[in-house]
């Protein structure tokens, strides 16, 4: 949640997939939304993990293949993916994206 009681996270869908979402500061709107990449299988899909001031998501995707990559989510929906030069594209392998509360996504 960033200071404006925006809250960004995600879920798992009665199929094990992961989706995120972002909740407006008042509750009245909850957006669904997944990587572009995201697999579709169990335990796949779309991790949202953090958000900033400025409605900025961030977060990992796990592929088809079952390797995770990570995204950026503009707040206005757009979505960035990447991953650094060494990551491994094996099964599991992969980016992984973590928050902490002291700190910003900067992006």
Known sequence: MNTFGTIAGYYV??????????????GRFITSFDAPGAGAG????TLAVGID?????????????????????DADGTVA???PP???LGAS?????QTR???RILC
Do not use: K, L, M, W
């Not at 169990?42 to 899909?45: A, L, N, T």
């Not at 001031?53 to 293949?65: H, K, M, P, T």
């Open 86 to 88: 060494s990551a491994g």
């Open 13 to 26: 869908d009665a199929n094990n997939v992961y989706h995120g979402f972002v909740r407006d500061q008042r």
């Open 93 to 97: 392998p992969g980016t992984a994206v």
């Open 42 to 45: 169990s335990f796949q899909g």
């Open 101 to 103: 509360r002291d700190y």
């Open 81 to 83: 993916t990447f991953d």
């Open 53 to 73: 001031e400025r409605g900025v998501i961030a977060g990992s995707y796990i592929d088809a293949n079952n390797v995770y990559h990570g995204f950026v989510r």
